[in-house]
């Protein structure tokens, strides 16, 4: 393998030469580099395959750390204070501090402070905020783990800082903040901050887009139809007790009961748990995809409260077969 595990020390010296390494975060592992250089943030690009239409998330040490970067209101300072560090993303009208490439010529930046010691460790000791998505290949499955990071990396020489597993394992709350300050709020993509939670602090219903915004720009570039996907059929269905599985599929799902007949289960959760189910979901669709024993699997959809509504999100994502354009 060429990716590497890195000590802090080599993690600082290699972004500040301008290359991009693994870090973890609370959420998932993140591919990142100084969000201030047009030439660290293309590597980004490179080595991810990701389009250059799809935006990335800017990370700062602290709330203080990021205001160079964008517009806060009063809304966004509000929200800032109170969830970070932590898995909210808010998308903010941008300063041209932040390069084009970043915000893939948008004028906003989406922003957030990791709640992950190593990384808030790292971010302090650099002169720059790190412009990081997750540390994937583009279109597959978010890593959880600096091993993870090493597998999806494996044929490129790659840095990689292991803290350990992510505590919540799903990517952040993305929140836009439209300008206009009577516009309302809008969630672009469901995350480790739940709907209910953002709903008691602003007092009112939020609305989820995650589909295209215009017929030609997807308002979040990143929400395509197919993402997180293993390279096998995964079906997401209703939970049904009394199905009847055929041969070599696997089963992801929660409760009390896991059903007979399927070759490989994985419980994310008997006692139906979203919380406790989010960072093991990612690692059982890694699984899933990696023994030869099984040609697809049924995933059972989740209640919607707490972290249900993220985790249908990339369930259904996962079951999709080909990016919509
Ligand atoms: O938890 C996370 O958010 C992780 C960790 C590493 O922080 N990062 C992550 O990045 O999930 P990524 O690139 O996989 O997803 C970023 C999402 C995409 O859906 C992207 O389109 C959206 O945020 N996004 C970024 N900048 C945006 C902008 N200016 N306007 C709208 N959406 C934006
Ligand atoms: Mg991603």
């Known amino acids: 393998m060429k990716a590497r595990i890195i000590s802090l020390h080599d993690a600082i010296e290699a972004l500040k030469k301008g290359n991009c390494i693994g870090i973890p975060t609370e959420t998932v592992y993140g591919l990142a580099a100084d969000a201030t250089s047009p030439e660290a943030v293309a590597k980004i690009f490179l080595s991810k395959g990701r389009p250059t239409f799809n935006p990335l998330i800017v990370h700062g040490s602290s709330l203080d750390a990021l205001r160079a970067y964008a517009e806060f209101s009063p809304l966004a300072y509000s929200l800032a204070t109170a969830f970070w560090p932590g898995p909210l993303t808010l998308v903010l009208p941008k300063y041209d501090t932040i390069p084009d490439i970043v915000t893939a010529g948008h004028d906003t930046v989406a922003l957030r402070v990791p709640n992950h010691p190593l990384a808030l460790e790292l971010l302090r000791a650099l002169p720059f905020p790190l412009a990081a998505p997750s540390a994937n290949r583009s279109g597959r499955i978010s890593p959880t783990s600096a091993q993870h990071v090493l597998e999806e990396f494996f044929d490129q020489e790659i840095g990689v800082l292991d803290g350990g597993s992510c505590a919540i394992g799903l990517e952040s709350t993305v929140l836009y903040l439209p300008k206009d300050p009577s516009l309302p709020p809008t969630i672009l993509r469901p995350g480790g901050i739940s709907r209910n939670v953002l709903e008691s602090f602003f007092k009112s219903r939020l609305s989820l887009s995650t589909s295209a915004h215009s017929s ?110």
């Open 216 to 325: 030609f720009t997807p308002r979040s570039p990143g929400m395509l139809a197919s993402h997180y996907a293993p390279h096998k059929p995964l079906h997401f269905v209703t939970p049904d007790l009394s199905l009847s599985p055929p041969p070599h599929t696997g089963w992801i799902g929660y409760g009390p009961t896991t059903p007979q007949g399927f070759a490989r289960t994985w419980n994310l959760s008997p006692a139906i748990d979203s919380l406790q189910a989010a960072p093991r979901l990612f690692q059982a669709l890694r699984e899933f995809d990696s023994d030869p024993h099984l040609h697809m699997a049924i995933a059972w959809q989740w209640p919607q409260e707490d972290l249900g509504e993220a985790i249908n999100d990339r369930l259904r994502r996962a079951s999709q077969k080909k990016y919509l354009p």
